[in-house]
Structures are given as structure tokens and as C-alpha cells.
């Protein structure tokens, strides 16, 4: 242990008690008979704060002594939640803090409640590179986040009648006890104009005018390390309007007018764009993106020049730049404006440090969300980046030529450029070129990209795609959010388990023994028991904790099949209604999952559940064998309420569409059993706990090919199925909305003419498991066993183990851990 640890370590609560109690007064302008549990909140975290920042200069200091090389994860999206507690956690001051609190009077855990959770993102991928920088902090890897202040992050909730209802998300509306604001790193970030060709004695070079400037303001979030010794940090921007950008405005009395201009500057950052896996297109998206990837790099660079001035031929090895997804890929661009316009590098040279030091997460291949730019836009937004687009395309296009001579038509499938009558840039094909690596999320992802998006890439440049399986924090998602699992695990594991996942593997031999199943279980009951509340509180629904909790919980997406669920939910509905006597057990089916904005499919099928909620959960000649509840605003924090009381985690996309998931790995961590499709992380969830200890169904990727080839007739099944046929007839007439007949039929309607997502292909696949997953459930200690197996063989989703791939595979880091000083 270092000497903070052991200063930690040693921390009474008394202690503990009077630094909150210092901070209460002078830090927040209070005392204890005055304090509300919000006010005392902030006090404890101004308290973590005297830790965090001592651990941050420990680290920075560390790495710049070392001059290590450092990566800089570029993503658009942070989905953080809340951090009291994880920091708690990972200081060690967990319970010493409840402690002082409980001599205070307080509880601990009312006061973790008070904190927003930091939304700033809007499912898996903003939650993986949330779990990514976790483990890069605990690893001791010199590592920063780069990301968008967004001062509202995705929106909240609400369910009207059924119906989802956007509200504005507000998370620093009372100010962040845990950012930081660095105006000292300011950067500029120009926009618009045109581009000037000047002619001198050197030949010619491109002089950019941009008409438009931004302000970027840095806020660093601490990201504390597992332990506390290393602290590395997020670096959020936040867009201002130009310190000049008015001057002329201002003084000929145009006061209003130089405001509009300021609200216009502000609102670079001012929204998350609530689109999961879909590409919007949008003019202020590229902004957003290109505002947040320059200003990052000029960051880098700034940092880069004061350590070795102009040795750019030296960037490459001190620096990665890893994009998540292709959100930050005009960054590639941007870099080759800087080094050949500015620092007056040749092409090819600057050519190959930019392409040495990117690297490119693929997340998906559905189409609708692989990222195009109109050529027009660009041209309009950002002049010069579209001209370097054009060079670099040209020059790889000549690399194309040498690789198949005169083949016209793999120049039209690899270039960046997508012809046609809207000329488009390909920002995928972009990332891949200008990048040393690439990678997919799970196995069956990164095969899918060798073989269906980019096997052209991968005749080209035979190394340069890889696989890294994505992975979770088992802190956040284990230890965090599972207490009473924590504790069972403690008293047979070494305490460091949860940085050492693989530890829980000796509890393998526990998985059969009688007593310890009874104790895993009874961990289960007692979280299911705190879920019913939740529900009951958010709901008003009163649901039983003896019934089998059967979870699906992701964004709504047509691909990820929601609607697969509710089908067997109305077909088992039909069945009691048929034989009230029918023998199954109980079972509540608990959904949660935001819908874009725009979606209409995904908001319908919102409304759907809703309202066969509604109708299943008061009748009462079913005798309560199921309910079915759609929890509102499904977000990280209560992710980390549902994950801990699931006993069935539904993981049902349609084969090849999920690149590999990461909520199926929460929920197996927590002994969840997985009722899931082969598809993304799935199969390895099944390679790790072996395939009789979940349930698997549905048809694979080459038979989802060849039914797709062979003409799929969704109208086929709904015909020749008695119980789809009445499901769906009944969804789409009056029984579920009796004052408006045919409010649902768009989904009916939808999955018997095109049915794009073949739901109705792997419903009897699905009914059957289903039926498979209720006899299983009454062999209790069948079911305990094979859910203690899930909890304790997730060592392989574990983050920590990604970020070491990507480490050794793909950055060349080295772990660098802080020294006291
Ligand atoms: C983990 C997580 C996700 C991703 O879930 P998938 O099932 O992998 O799509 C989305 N949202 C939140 C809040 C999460 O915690």
C-alpha cells in the first residue's frame, strides 16, 4: 500500500466526520442543523475532492516527469452516471463515510441519491468509454478523455398516457462538485470562410480564412483510479463565443445583435443529439463534432510542443489517438491541416504521423447509423478539410490502382468519396485509411467487418483490423451497484477481486454446493425485494419478488427486439386468458429503454408495452402470474438498481445486428441468466460460462443470410401461426386501446408486410426458449448453480482486460503509477 492508502486506511470516522462537518461550513456556507441532504452531499464530495486532487497531482506530475507516451480517447459521448459513490469506492472511504455519516445522523445512501447522474451520453457507447477511462485510471496508463461539455445530456423520460415524453435533462443546473474549469487551456476553434491559394518562392501553399470563431473551454472531471492512486481526468469542452466576436457589432449599438451571435456560439455544446445508431446528418452535429476533435487536438498539440517544440517526427510515439466510433474522425483531417498548413510539413511526412497515431473503433454495421457527410456541407463548414479529404482519397485511390489495376469498380467501393448525385464523404472509410488500427467489439463483430463491410480494407492491409471483445467495470457494475453480492464474495475472496476479476473463479467449485447456493440466492431475493419497491415507487405497480424477474433493458431499437418480447408476452397473455389454470411460473417482465426522439417504430412500441401493461397487470383473472412494467427514464442509475435483482437478462437482436452489447455482461456479472440470440458478446458470454448455464436461441448469421437471400415472406408465419396471427390481430384492434381502435396496429402492420428485424422468423425459436428458461427456473438448485457460474466467470468482460488489448495491441502503453510526492 502507498502511504495515502495507508492514510486512508487509517481514517476514523469521527475524523472523517468533522473534515464533512469543515466542509459543510466553509466550503458550502452551511451547518449541520441547516443542511438539507443535497447540501450535505456536496460537503462530502468537496471532502473526496482534498483526496482526488492530491491523487491528481500525484499523477500528472508522474507523467510528466516520465514523458510517457499517453492516449487520448476522443468520443462524443460519455455516459458517466453518478460518481459519489464509485469515488467513495474507489478511495476506500466507502465505509468509513457511512460511518461518520451514521455518527451525523445520515444516511448514506439518501444522500448518493441527491446527485443527477452525469447523462452525457446515450447508451452503450458513451457508457463503454465511461467503463474504458475507469480502467485506464486503474491500470496507471497515462491516459486522457476527450469529450463535449453538453450542458443539457440526454433528455429524460417521462411516460404520458403511455407515451414517451421528452423533458430537458439538467444535470449542472445547481453547478458539479466535480469538474474543474482550466480557462488557462482555452483554444480557438475556427469555422466557415474560404480557402486562399497563395503562390510563393517554395511553390504553392492553402491559407484557410475561417469567418467564424468559437471559444472551446476546457472542464476536467477527475477519473479516480481503483485504489486512488492514480487520478487521470476527462476533458470536457464547452463552447463560447469568441472573445472579438462582436467588437464591430457592439460599438455601432448592435447589442441584441451581438448576443444572437453569443447564443448561436453556445449552442455548440448546449445538447447531446439523442440519436442512438442513427447518423442525423445534421449541420450542428458536424459542428459539434469537429469543435470538440479540434479543440482536443490543439490540446494535444500545445502539450506536445511545450514538452518538444517542433520534433513533430516525434508526435507518433508519444501519442495515440483512439476514436470511439467515427463521430471524431474529421480529427484525421484536422491533424493533416495543422501539420502541412501550419507547421509546413510535407504531405507524406505529415501523412504518416497522422495515420501512425490514430486508431478507430467500429461499433456498428447497420447502415443507417455508418456516418456520411455531405461534400457540400463540408465544403461550407470546414473548406479546407474537405480539400485535405479529397488529397487523401486521391493518394489512397493511386494505392488502390497499384493494389487492382484499372478496376473501376473497387475504386467506387473504397473510396472515401461516395459518388453519385449527392456527393458524400464516407467518415468509416475515412477512419479506416487514416488509421494504424482498427477494431471491432466482439468476435463475431470484427468478423463480420473483415468479411461484409471491409474485406477489401483487409486485402489491402492485412493486420490492420483486430478484434478487442468489449468489456464493463466490474467496480461500478459489480462491487458498486451489488453490495450484498460484495459482501458474500468478500468472505471467500481476496479483497482485491475487483480489480483482479478472474479471483471469483474460485468460487467455481462453490457453484454446486448447497449452502452457498442458498446464500447467492438469498443475496437475490433480498435485491429483488429493494427492485419491488423501485417499481412500486416508479410504477405504482405492485409486483412479487417470488416471480421470475425477466429483464430488457437497452435503447429501444427495432434491431434489438422489444417487440420480439412483447409478441410472447401477448401470446402467454392469451394462454392464461384461454386456461387461467395454465402451469407456469410467475413472472414479471420489466422493461426500460429511452426511444430517439424522432423514431416513430421505437416511441410505437413504447406505447405498446405501455398500454398491454396497463391491461395485463389489472386483471385479475390471471392471478397475477404476470406482470409487466416499463420503468421510466432508464438511465445508469437505475441500471444499477434493476442489474443486481434480474434472474433473467433478454440479450434477443437479431443475429449480426448487435456488434456486441456490454448490458449482457452487467447483468451475467450479477447472476443474471441469459436468454439471448447468438449474436455480439453473447457467444463469448456463452464460451465463458458454458452454454448449459444460459439459454441460446434464434437463428445464426449465415441462416439470417440465406433466409434474407431466399426471400423472407413474414406474412407466411403470421398466416400459418394460430397464436402470432391472433397476437398481432389483437394488438392492432380496440382490446388494448378501447378509445382509440388501431392505435397499435403500425407494429402488427410493420412486422407482417417487411418485418426488417425478422421477428416473427425467431418467435417459435424464442417461445421455446422462453419455455426453456420457465422449467429451468423450478430446478432451484439447477438455476442457483448455473447463476453463480455467470457471477463468478466474467473475468473476460472485464474492462481492465480490454484496456490491456488495446494497451498492448493497439497503443503500445505502458502503465505508468503514480509515485507519492
Ligand atoms: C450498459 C448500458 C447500456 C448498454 O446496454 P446494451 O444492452 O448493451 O445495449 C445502455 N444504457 C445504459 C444506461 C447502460 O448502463
Not at 451514521?102 to 463503454?128: F, I, K, S, T, Y
Not at 473551454?217 to 464547452?238: A, F
Not at 478496376?407 to 473510396?415: E, G, P, T, V
Amino acid at each position: 500500500m502507498s502511504q495515502t492508502q495507508l492514510a486512508i486506511a487509517a481514517m476514523q470516522p469521527e475524523e472523517f466526520r468533522r473534515k464533512v462537518v469543515a466542509h459543510l461550513r466553509s466550503t458550502l456556507g452551511s451547518f449541520e442543523e441547516k443542511a438539507t441532504a443535497h447540501t450535505w452531499s456536496q460537503a462530502l464530495a468537496a471532502t473526496l475532492n482534498e483526496y482526488i486532487y492530491a491523487g491528481r497531482s500525484r499523477t500528472l506530475k508522474t507523467q510528466i516527469e516520465s514523458q510517457a507516451r499517453t492516449v487520448h480517447y476522443l468520443s462524443l459521448e460519455f455516459l458517466m452516471g453518478r460518481l459519489l459513490a464509485s469515488n467513495l469506492h474507489n478511495l476506500g472511504l466507502y465505509q468509513v463515510a457511512e460511518q461518520a455519516m451514521a455518527l451525523q445522523g445520515l444516511e448514506l445512501a439518501d444522500l448518493l441519491e441527491q446527485e443527477p447522474d452525469m447523462a452525457l451520453g446515450n447508451g452503450g457507447l458513451g457508457r463503454l468509454a465511461a467503463c474504458f477511462i475507469d480502467s485506464m485510471a486503474t491500470l496507471a496508463l497515462p491516459a486522457i478523455g476527450y469529450g463535449i461539455h453538453y450542458e443539457h445530456g440526454l433528455f429524460r423520460q417521462e411516460f404520458i398516457k403511455g407515451r414517451q415524453v421528452e423533458r430537458p435533462d439538467q444535470w449542472r443546473e445547481f453547478g458539479s462538485p466535480w469538474e474543474i474549469c482550466r480557462p488557462e487551456s482555452q483554444q480557438v476553434v475556427k469555422l466557415y470562410g474560404h480557402v486562399e491559394t497563395i503562390h510563393d518562392q517554395n511553390g504553392s501553399r492553402k491559407v484557410w480564412h475561417p469567418s467564424r470563431m468559437l471559444r472551446a473551454i476546457p472542464w476536467d472531471i477527475p477519473i479516480v483510479g481503483y485504489g486512488g492512486q492514480n487520478v487521470n481526468i476527462l476533458r470536457l469542452w464547452e463552447s463560447r463565443a469568441d472573445h472579438f466576436f462582436d467588437w464591430d457589432v457592439f460599438n455601432a449599438g448592435g447589442y441584441v445583435d451581438a448576443y444572437a451571435e453569443l447564443v448561436q456560439a453556445e449552442t455548440v455544446s448546449k445538447v447531446l443529439y439523442p440519436n442512438d445508431e442513427t447518423d442525423a446528418g445534421k449541420e450542428l452535429r458536424l459542428i459539434q463534432q469537429y469543435f470538440f476533435s479540434a479543440a482536443s487536438i490543439a490540446d494535444i498539440l500545445r502539450r506536445f510542443e511545450s514538452a518538444h517544440g517542433n520534433d513533430y517526427h516525434l508526435f507518433a510515439t508519444l501519442n495515440v489517438l483512439q476514436l470511439n466510433d467515427t463521430h471524431p474522425a474529421i480529427a484525421i483531417a484536422e491533424l493533416m491541416r495543422l501539420l502541412v498548413d501550419e507547421k509546413q510539413l510535407a504531405w507524406q511526412e505529415a501523412w504518416q504521423i497522422t495515420q501512425q497515431s490514430f486508431a478507430y473503433t467500429n461499433h456498428t454495421l447497420l447502415p443507417e447509423a455508418l456516418e456520411t457527410w455531405s461534400v457540400s456541407l463540408l465544403q461550407t463548414v470546414l473548406p479546407r478539410h474537405m480539400e485535405i479529404i479529397f488529397e487523401i482519397n486521391r493518394r489512397f485511390l493511386q494505392q488502390v490502382d497499384e493494389r487492382w489495376p484499372n478496376d473501376q469498380q473497387m475504386q467506387a467501393k473504397l473510396s472515401i468519396i461516395q459518388e453519385g448525385e449527392k456527393k458524400s464523404v464516407r467518415m468509416a472509410q475515412l477512419s479506416v485509411v487514416g488509421s494504424q488500427r482498427v477494431n471491432g467489439v466482439a468476435k463475431i463483430h470484427t468478423q463480420l467487418i473483415k468479411t461484409e463491410l471491409f474485406p477489401e480494407m483487409v486485402q489491402l492491409w492485412p493486420e490492420k483490423i483486430r478484434n478487442i471483445t468489449n468489456g464493463v467495470t466490474p467496480r461500478r457494475w459489480l462491487k458498486i451497484c451489488n453490495p450484498r453480492l460484495a459482501e458474500l464474495i468478500d468472505q471467500h475472496v481476496d479483497a482485491d477481486w475487483p480489480r483482479y476479476l478472474e479471483k471469483l473463479e474460485q468460487l467455481k467449485p462453490l457453484a454446486k454446493d448447497k449452502d452457498f447456493q442458498q446464500k447467492f440466492m438469498a443475496v437475490k431475493q433480498r435485491n429483488k425485494q429493494a427492485l419491488v419497491a423501485v417499481i412500486k415507487q416508479l410504477t405504482d405497480v405492485e409486483v412479487s419478488a417470488e416471480a421470475i424477474f425477466d429483464v430488457q433493458i437497452k435503447r429501444l431499437h427495432e434491431y434489438k427486439r422489444q417487440h420480439l418480447n412483447l409478441l410472447y408476452i401477448l401470446v402467454l397473455y392469451r394462454r392464461l386468458l384461454k386456461n387461467p389454470a395454465l402451469d407456469i411460473c410467475p413472472r414479471v417482465f420489466i422493461f426500460g429503454a429511452k426511444a430517439a426522439p424522432g423514431y416513430r417504430m421505437a416511441k410505437d412500441i413504447i406505447l405498446a408495452i405501455n398500454r398491454v401493461a396497463k391491461v395485463i397487470n389489472n386483471d385479475v383473472s390471471i392471478g397475477g402470474k404476470i406482470k409487466l412494467v416499463f420503468l421510466p427514464n432508464y438511465r445508469v442509475s437505475l441500471a444499477e438498481k434493476l442489474i443486481p435483482a434480474a434472474d433473467v437478462s433478454q440479450q434477443i437482436s437479431l443475429a449480426g445486428k448487435e456488434a456486441s452489447g456490454t448490458g449482457n455482461m452487467k447483468l451475467a456479472m450479477n447472476g443474471a441468466i441469459t436468454l439471448g440470440t447468438h449474436d455480439g458478446a453473447n457467444i463469448e458470454i456463452a464460451e465463458a460460462v458454458g452454454e448449459q448455464n444460459l439459454v441460446l436461441f434464434g437463428m445464426k448469421v449465415d441462416e439470417v443470410k440465406a433466409l434474407q437471400h431466399s426471400g423472407y415472406a413474414p406474412q407466411h408465419i403470421y398466416q400459418n401461426n394460430e397464436e402470432i396471427k391472433a397476437a398481432l390481430d389483437w394488438l392492432s384492434g380496440d382490446f388494448f386501446t378501447p378509445e382509440q381502435p388501431g392505435l397499435l396496429a403500425s407494429i402488427s402492420k410493420n412486422l407482417i408486410n417487411e418485418d426488417p428485424f425478422m421477428v416473427l422468423a425467431d418467435f417459435a425459436a424464442y417461445q421455446q426458449a422462453q419455455q426453456r428458461i420457465d422449467s429451468f427456473y423450478r430446478q432451484k438448485s439447477a438455476w442457483a448453480e448455473a447463476a453463480i457460474l455467470n457471477a463468478v466467470s466474467m473475468a473476460r468482460f472485464n474492462s481492465d482486460r480490454s484496456i490491456m488489448e488495446y494497451a498492448n495491441d493497439i497503443w503500445q502503453l505502458k502503465p505508468i503509477p503514480a509515485a507519492e510526492c
